[in-house]
């Protein structure tokens, strides 16, 4: 049996984040709302506890956890040689949306880091994801709360969704605030390395990191070689085929060509080309504003899904700011393909589309 609890985002009420805190503390599984995404939540100390999450997924156990904390004295707890330039990262960037790996302490359950030497910790900044941890009086192990594979769940509909009955609560807290994942990374002797980009930016980072690089996975290059396991894990994907190409107009013009052979689609775009599209537009924001298309873009894949369309195109987006993080996504939900202009599109998408058409016969 999984209980909703409805909390006020901003204020959320004690009593009710108590009842959450102590399933926590008793070895339970809690979904919760973070800055970000929706997380799984689970007493990071407890192996018993933290397996739960796994199953719960239905997540390899070589994927490690991020491990919530809501005060810098928890950081001792899971990390030992903490180096010195954390204070003043952790200063600067949390509570927030900032995950960095660091040498893990033995306190640490094993399933969380599968077995690594390193633990990804992050303090979030939503009211509810704080007062959660403090009130659970442990650091909180917590994947984003969807089933493995699965669009991250920016909302408590998204967790229900995917996770009813396979947990003990869902905290419904609204929809989360940058819609996208946090930033993660790796501590380097110049400054750090970027292994998935969130919503702080490198250019942000690097104020308190020094040199920031940004990792070619980062980028969205085939993970076969991966530095961190869930980068080769497919990810992020909606049921169905999704299409990216490489601009705005060769979206109108793709759409069309498709609409005259018959073939429907939806679309995912921003509002000022949605008019243009043949395909069912399905809307990311109004254009210019990135930190709306992250908001939106899990969901828009989820909508996607729930249309019931073979396949959707997508355009691109500028791989500046959260727009790194975006393209991020938006690859691997592609499956790591741009496709081209002109007969090249085409072949593809009929090739989609009647891939698209056998599944759905075989479902
Ligand atoms: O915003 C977020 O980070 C959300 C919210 C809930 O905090 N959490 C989240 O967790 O996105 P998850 O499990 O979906 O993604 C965590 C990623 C995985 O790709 C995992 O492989 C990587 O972090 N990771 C965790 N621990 C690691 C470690 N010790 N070394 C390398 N990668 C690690
Ligand atoms: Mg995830």
Redesign the pocket.
């Known amino acids: 049996m999984t209980k909703i609890l409805k909390v006020d985002p901003v204020t959320p009420d004690i009593s009710v984040v108590r009842e959450a805190a102590s399933i926590i503390r008793n070895g339970g599984t809690v979904i919760f709302p973070?800055e970000?995404?929706?997380?799984?939540g689970a007493n990071a100390l407890d192996e018993v506890a933290t397996r739960k999450i796994f199953k719960a997924k239905g997540?390899p156990s070589d994927?490690?956890?991020?491990v919530?904390i809501s005060d810098l004295d928890q950081l001792y707890d899971v990390c030992s040689n903490i180096p010195v330039i954390m204070e003043r990262i952790a200063k600067k960037f949390w509570p927030g949306?900032l995950?960095v790996?660091l040498p893990?302490s033995e306190r640490v359950a094993d399933s969380v880091?599968?077995g690594?030497p390193?633990?990804?910790v992050?303090m979030?900044a939503h009211p509810v994801?704080l007062s959660l941890i403090r009130e659970s009086h442990v650091p909180v192990a917590?994947?984003?709360?969807?089933l493995s594979t699965r669009p991250?769940p920016t909302s408590a509909k998204h967790a229900i969704q995917d996770l009813m009955g396979r947990v003990d609560a869902i905290i419904d807290g609204g929809e989360t605030f940058f819609g996208?994942?946090?930033t993660?990374v790796?501590l380097s002797e110049k400054g750090a390395t970027v292994?998935?980009p969130?919503p702080y930016s490198p250019d942000e980072l690097a104020s308190a990191f020094g040199e920031v690089d940004v990792s070619v996975f980062a980028k969205g290059k085939p993970s076969d070689e991966a530095?961190?396991?869930?980068?080769k894990?497919r990810?992020y994907a909606p049921l169905k085929p999704l299409l990216m190409v490489p601009d705005k107009e060769t979206l109108v013009l793709v759409s069309e060509e498709l609409f005259g052979a018959g073939l429907e689609h939806a679309v995912l775009c921003t509002s000022d080309v949605a008019g243009r599209v043949k395909g069912k537009s399905i809307i990311l924001g109004q254009g210019e504003d990135l930190y709306e298309v992250a908001r939106r873009l899990f969901s828009a894949m989820r909508e996607f899904d729930e249309s019931g369309l073979p396949f959707a195109l997508v355009h691109t987006f500028p791989e500046r700011g959260i727009g790194l993080a975006i393209m991020n996504r938006l690859k691997k939900a592609c499956g790591g393909t741009v496709v081209a202009r002109g007969s090249e599109a085409i072949r593809l998408l009929t090739k989609a589309s009647r891939l698209a058409a056998e599944s759905m016969h075989s479902m």
């Open positions: 973070t970000t995404v929706y997380g799984l997540r994927n490690p956890l991020i919530h949306p995950s790996l893990k880091t599968a690594l390193t633990v990804a992050r979030p994801a917590a994947p984003s709360a969807n991250s996208i994942e946090s993660i790796m292994l998935r969130g530095l961190v396991p869930g980068m894990y990810h």
